[in-house]
């Protein structure tokens, strides 16, 4: 072995002289003349060659310095260099070898020929490499031929997924995302093995989306895990991931999944161009970011996609027609498009009886009303007596308190968002103390000093229910802007701002768009089958067709029994 080492020495060092080819070189016009090659890039591969071969390009025999070669490769040329020690060179400019710690280069020597495996620590898997650097010690320099890259990447890494490069970038981009690099002296082509091994968590259920019944199994933060969770259920050949890059420098894998003979394509293809004109530094917020550059652009409080962190609700909606965008690094997926009522239905509906699901969608439906227009229609009550039902005179108060009742209406609302984001930051062991503090000490003593009466406690209390029980978080917090809205216009202009504000935001809705398709359907346009599955939870074998909205391939989700 140490023999091995000084003939590689000796060659490298003759292989740095001016004009002196190495002593292991062949001239390119005899090699070619041996193999039947040609030199010629188009005529690579010879006729009735089955194995990858990569393309021969003429080089230069006269080498310069390794720093000028570094230069020339990171300007035009974007190749990766011929010389390892150009290579571990240029490792150490751009990477950071030798000084980031997780950047790891083993070198070894293969057949009698010297080689490096360039990975990420942490990144990799290192038993698979153990495992083919094992195997490639047993090589010895005969079993190499004069094209060793051929040899290494058709009989002796054994690794399941391996695939030639030939660009510098590229390359990096790859062992930046967890792959590793084999890099072969006098080769100017790498061998990138699929070796990745991601720090992640199990796929827990999410704590947004429970149901009684069903799946307790959720997106994670891993890319291939997530895909993984949604081809379980969907063993359809024609399920569709692509692969895009987002990000200059976080190269954040974007994957994009559909069903090719039921998703519309231009849908499809709207996505991706607008994702591909996405130019960033990086999307470290992965999926909220992509989704304010290509569908939430301004400042309209209201999702104009859906998100959702279960398997089978994205399974659901691509079997629907819809499509879905995996982010890197994210455990959400986004739906496209989506309406305001895809935001208000929630998988339990679907775990239980038809009869069941919809009177569960129906005391969602009352919960999300009242969050919005429980607070200003009891305000202007209280300003307009004349305007309540006599059935109703139970309802004002008895007492005003020694605030105006706008004002304390604001300041619950300010209140009920401090706990919400105390709850968020506050350890789950704290969280029971922290639920005390605020109903008892805070709500309780606020009413029996006269700050805030019972009545304004008690309907926030309701309108926040409601904003929880909606199933969109996002949702939730936009309704919640409009209801503050809404009780300033009521309390500045009473009937006239109440009717004209609740105008204005229906009319807000009933304009936008997602990827061109109308947010307020099936209401605006009118859709009466499509508002009847809305409004009542259908049995399976009555869903018999994919809502318009979508525009699918195949309307009918089963054969016709008529």
Request: hydrophobic share 45%; net charge negative; proline share 7%.
């Amino acid at each position: 072995m140490d023999s091995m080492r000084d003939r590689e020495k000796e060659q490298g060092e003759s292989q740095g002289n001016e004009g002196a080819p190495p002593a292991s070189y062949v001239p390119l016009e005899r090699l070619n003349e041996e193999t039947g090659f040609s030199s010629a890039e188009e005529n690579w591969p010879p006729e009735g060659t089955t194995e990858w071969q990569p393309p021969r390009k003429t080089k230069d025999r006269n080498r310069k310095s390794s720093s000028s070669s570094s230069n020339s490769a990171s300007g035009a040329d974007a190749g990766i260099p011929d010389r390892l020690d150009d290579v571990l060179e240029r490792l150490r400019n751009e990477v950071g070898y030798g000084v980031s710690f997780d950047v790891v280069v083993r070198e070894m020597v293969f057949g009698g020929r010297r080689a490096a495996f360039f990975f990420m620590n942490g990144l990799s898997m290192g038993l698979l490499l153990t495992d083919i650097i094992k195997r490639l010690t047993y090589l010895q320099a005969e079993d190499l031929s004069a094209d060793a890259f051929h040899d290494f990447f058709n009989h002796y890494v054994p690794a399941s997924q391996v695939s030639p490069v030939t660009e510098w970038n590229k390359m990096l981009t790859s062992v930046l995302s967890g792959d590793t690099a084999f890099l072969i002296d006098k080769e100017t082509t790498a061998l990138i093995i699929d070796a990745k091994n991601f720090p992640s968590r199990g796929p827990d259920e999410p704590t947004i989306e429970r149901v009684v019944r069903g799946s307790r199994d959720g997106f994670t933060e891993t890319l291939m895990v997530n895909i993984s969770l949604v081809r379980r259920r969907l063993r359809d050949p024609q399920l569709r991931y692509e692969l895009l890059k987002v990000g200059e420098r976080t190269q954040t894998d974007i994957c994009v999944a559909y069903i090719d003979d039921l998703a519309d394509k231009e849908l499809v293809e709207s996505i991706k161009d607008k994702i591909k004109m996405v130019h960033v530094d990086g999307l470290p917020l992965a999926d909220k970011q992509l989704e304010e550059a290509t569908v939430q652009r301004g400042w309209n409080p209201y999702p104009l996609v859906r998100y959702s962190e279960r398997p089978d609700v994205v399974s659901a909606h691509l079997l629907e027609g819809a499509v879905a965008v995996f982010v890197d690094t994210s455990p959400s997926v986004m739906i496209l498009p989506t309406t305001f009522f895809d935001l208000v239905q929630h998988a339990e509906e679907n775990r239980q009886t038809p009869f069941i699901g919809t009177y569960l969608r129906w005391v969602r439906f009352i919960g999300i009303f009242a969050s919005l227009f429980l607070l200003p229609l009891w305000l202007m009550f209280v300003l307009y007596p004349e305007l309540k039902p006599a059935a109703l005179n139970v309802l004002g108060p008895q007492e005003t308190g020694k605030l105006p009742l706008v004002l304390q209406f604001l300041m619950v609302e300010v209140g009920v968002d401090l706990m919400r984001l105390a709850s968020v930051h506050t350890p789950s062991t704290l969280a029971t103390a922290m639920s005390l503090v605020a109903a008892i000490m805070i709500g309780d003593i606020a009413v029996k000093t006269g700050f805030f009466i019972n009545e304004v406690i008690l309907y926030m209390a309701i309108a926040a229910i409601g904003m929880f029980a909606t199933p969109s978080y996002e949702l939730g917090l936009a309704n919640r802007i409009v209801r503050l809205l809404l009780i300033i216009v009521v309390a500045a202009f009473r009937v006239p701002g109440f009717v004209i504000a609740t105008t204005a935001v229906i009319m807000m809705l009933s304009m936008q768009r997602s990827f061109n398709r109308p947010y307020m359907w099936p209401f605006i346009p009118f859709d009466p089958r499509a508002v009847w599955n809305i409004i009542v939870r259908q049995p399976v074998l009555k869903n018999r067709t994919r809502p318009n909205l979508l525009r699918p391939q195949q309307r009918d989700k089963m054969p016709r029994t008529d």
